[in-house]
């Protein structure tokens, strides 16, 4: 029996089938959520995971499970789109540039970069059906965690025989209490801030995304993490000097203006 993440305080002690049914209850209702607008999810006119004549047929499953997957190449992250930023990335950006981090590790930090790059890449994919649910879609944590729980259940039973797999790599990460789970999750949060100077840089906005930065402040563990968002905290700091620096400049008229304004 797979030990589930804490969905609630009423639920902590509910075994995994218990969890399940109350999860294709939610399954039964809107489910998705982006940009505010909730809407049923469905694959070529069927709920993921339905049946056809009574017998699954695993390779109808597994183009099922590609469309799902394939829905994070164009879902936009809701933080960036609520802040009106142009051209911002998608979900599925993010958790492939998470999977690249686990490149970074040289073996000296005793992980597993294997399992690591799995957890990255599976855990944002319940996102594929209910979104890129933040505090800002009027949703309550509870309710967060029973719909992602509800959409990775039903898009583990189009993997046949990996479906524990992902079950478990996921319900891993949101426990966030093994080695690897830490790190992805502060692989998490490093892409963010990342992201977020990208930006800054892009627009030429220099600190205009602190908010981002500010949310992360005290939560990175894993030393190698650490010192990469150090890295980016000072390249932050020296671009947001070279803007100020520049506007300063372009803002003073030239000698050569003043000069021959004076000779009129």
């Given at each position: 029996?797979?030990?589930?993440?804490?969905?609630?305080?009423?639920l902590k002690k509910q075994s995994f089938d218990l969890c399940t049914r109350l999860s294709k209850l939610v399954a039964s209702r809107e489910t998705h959520v982006s940009g505010g607008m909730m809407h049923r999810?469905?694959?070529?006119?069927?709920?993921?995971?339905?049946?056809?004549?009574?017998?699954?047929?695993?390779?109808?499953?597994?183009?099922?499970?590609?469309?799902?997957?394939?829905?994070?190449?164009?879902?936009?992250r809701t933080g960036w789109v609520l802040r009106n930023v142009k051209d911002c990335e998608t979900i599925s950006g993010h958790m492939y540039r998470m999977g690249m981090m686990s490149f970074l590790l040289d073996g000296q930090q005793g992980l597993d970069r294997i399992h690591v790059m799995e957890?990255?890449?599976?855990?944002d994919l319940a996102e594929s059906i209910v979104g890129d649910i933040t505090p800002y879609c009027g949703i309550s944590r509870e309710e967060k965690l029973l719909k992602e729980f509800s959409a990775i259940s039903e898009i583990a039973e189009l993997l046949g025989p990996n479906k524990e797999k992902l079950l478990e790599l996921f319900n891993e990460y949101e426990e966030g209490k093994t080695p690897e789970a830490k790190f992805v999750k502060d692989l998490d949060r490093l892409d963010m801030v990342m992201q977020a100077?990208?930006?800054?840089?892009?627009?030429?906005?220099?600190?205009?995304?602190?908010?981002?930065?500010?949310?992360?402040?005290?939560?990175f563990s894993h030393p190698l993490v650490i010192n990469i968002v150090n890295e980016i905290n000072a390249q932050r700091e020296k671009f947001a000097e070279a803007s100020a620096d520049g506007a300063t400049d372009n803002s003073s008229p030239s000698r050569e203006a003043a000069t021959s304004g004076g000779s009129r």
């Amino acid at each position: 029996m797979l030990t589930i993440y804490r969905l609630s305080t009423k639920l902590k002690k509910q075994s995994f089938d218990l969890c399940t049914r109350l999860s294709k209850l939610v399954a039964s209702r809107e489910t998705h959520v982006s940009g505010g607008m909730m809407h049923r999810v469905t694959v070529n006119g069927h709920s993921a995971g339905s049946e056809e004549g009574g017998q699954r047929n695993k390779y109808s499953d597994y183009v099922k499970f590609l469309e799902l997957v394939g829905n994070l190449k164009h879902m936009k992250r809701t933080g960036w789109v609520l802040r009106n930023v142009k051209d911002c990335e998608t979900i599925s950006g993010h958790m492939y540039r998470m999977g690249m981090m686990s490149f970074l590790l040289d073996g000296q930090q005793g992980l597993d970069r294997i399992h690591v790059m799995e957890l990255a890449l599976v855990h944002d994919l319940a996102e594929s059906i209910v979104g890129d649910i933040t505090p800002y879609c009027g949703i309550s944590r509870e309710e967060k965690l029973l719909k992602e729980f509800s959409a990775i259940s039903e898009i583990a039973e189009l993997l046949g025989p990996n479906k524990e797999k992902l079950l478990e790599l996921f319900n891993e990460y949101e426990e966030g209490k093994t080695p690897e789970a830490k790190f992805v999750k502060d692989l998490d949060r490093l892409d963010m801030v990342m992201q977020a100077f990208e930006y800054e840089k892009r627009d030429n906005c220099p600190m205009k995304h602190q908010e981002f930065f500010d949310s992360t402040k005290g939560k990175f563990s894993h030393p190698l993490v650490i010192n990469i968002v150090n890295e980016i905290n000072a390249q932050r700091e020296k671009f947001a000097e070279a803007s100020a620096d520049g506007a300063t400049d372009n803002s003073s008229p030239s000698r050569e203006a003043a000069t021959s304004g004076g000779s009129r």
